[in-house]
C-alpha cells in the first residue's frame, strides 16, 4: 500500500468516517465538513482514498456516492467486495459482512462489482 501524506485534511475526513460507523454520503461529508475544508478538497481527498484502499465508494438508491472504509485493501486492489444495505425509509447504509462471488466472464476482466440492498433496517422495523 502506498503511503498516504496525513495532512490535517486527510486526518479530518478519516475521522469523520470513523467516528460515523457506517457509509457516508458524498453530501453528507460535504455537509460534515463545510467548517473545516471546500467541496473540491473533500472530493478530491475521496478520491485520493480510495485510490490508497482506505475507502470504497458505491452508488446509493438515490444516484449518490457513498463511501465506507476498506478492511484490507491496498492501492492495487480492493478485496472487500461485498453487498450493501440502504433502509429506505431513514436512509441508513451500511456494507454487509457477506462474501459475494464474482462469476468469471470470458474474454474480460472484472475490476469492480456493486450490490445493493434495500428495505427497512432494524430501527425502522420497530
Known amino acids: 500500500m502506498a503511503i498516504v ?6 486526518h479530518t475526513l478519516l475521522e469523520v468516517m470513523k467516528q460515523a460507523g457506517e457509509a457516508l454520503s458524498v453530501v453528507d461529508l460535504v ?7 471546500n467541496k473540491t478538497t473533500v472530493y478530491r481527498i475521496l478520491d485520493r482514498l480510495e485510490d490508497e484502499g482506505l475507502l470504497h465508494s458505491f452508488q446509493g438508491k438515490d ?3 457513498w463511501y465506507a472504509q476498506c478492511q ?13 444495505f440502504q433502509c429506505v425509509q431513514c436512509g441508513k447504509t451500511t456494507c454487509l459482512p ?16 456493486s450490490l445493493l440492498l434495500t428495505g ?7
Open 31 to 37: 455537509n460534515r465538513l463545510d467548517q473545516e475544508m
Open 98 to 113: 457477506l462474501d459475494v462471488t464474482i462469476p468469471k466472464v470470458p474474454n474480460v476482466k472484472i475490476q469492480s462489482a
Open 5 to 10: 501524506r496525513k495532512t490535517k485534511s486527510v
Open 72 to 84: 484490507g485493501c491496498s492501492t492495487e486492489h480492493h478485496t472487500d467486495m461485498h453487498p450493501h
Open 63 to 65: 444516484g449518490l456516492k
Open 120 to 126: 427497512l433496517c432494524e430501527e425502522c422495523l420497530t
